[in-house]
């Protein structure tokens, strides 16, 4: 079973059959679409998600620190875009004048921050997803 994209006009989804969880391996998408670079998540960054998934969950179901996850499709709407925009609002802090410092990319120290806020933002948008999408993925 392919996985679901948007075609080039973004108005309908298509099913596209790869082998790796759906994704095609990176010769292969270079090949076929022309790019200079991966257009699929790596297997790295969907462990490295994966990982940041069971972190926040452990950490926020601790009544000190609100005592809900935002994998609970119970959980309030309001409550899942509060902890949405946080995490965005790290990323945008990073980013600007807020930081502390104008952001450059060959900064390790601030790239691997930059990489953790943008894991997190990622990591709420998706566990959301899931909660909505509940058992209809498996």
């Not at 462990?47 to 926040?56: G, P």
């Not at 410092?101 to 997803?129: I, P, S």
């Amino acid at each position: 079973m392919g996985f679901p994209h948007y075609s080039t006009d973004c108005d309908e989804y298509h099913d596209v059959v790869f082998d790796h969880p759906g994704h095609a391996d990176d010769a292969t998408q270079r090949l076929v679409y022309g790019l200079k670079y991966r257009a699929t998540l790596s297997s790295a960054t969907l462990q490295a998600l994966d990982a940041e998934a069971v972190r926040a969950h452990l950490k926020h179901v601790q009544p000190e620190h609100g005592g809900g996850s935002i994998f609970d499709p119970e959980l309030p709407v309001l409550t899942k875009l509060s902890a949405l925009g946080e995490e965005f609002g790290e990323v945008c802090r990073l980013l600007t004048y807020d930081g502390g410092r104008v952001y450059k990319l060959d900064d390790r120290e601030r790239r691997q921050e930059l990489m953790k806020e943008l894991l997190q933002t990622a990591n709420v948008a998706l566990t959301w997803y899931q909660s909505l999408a509940g058992d209809e993925e498996d």
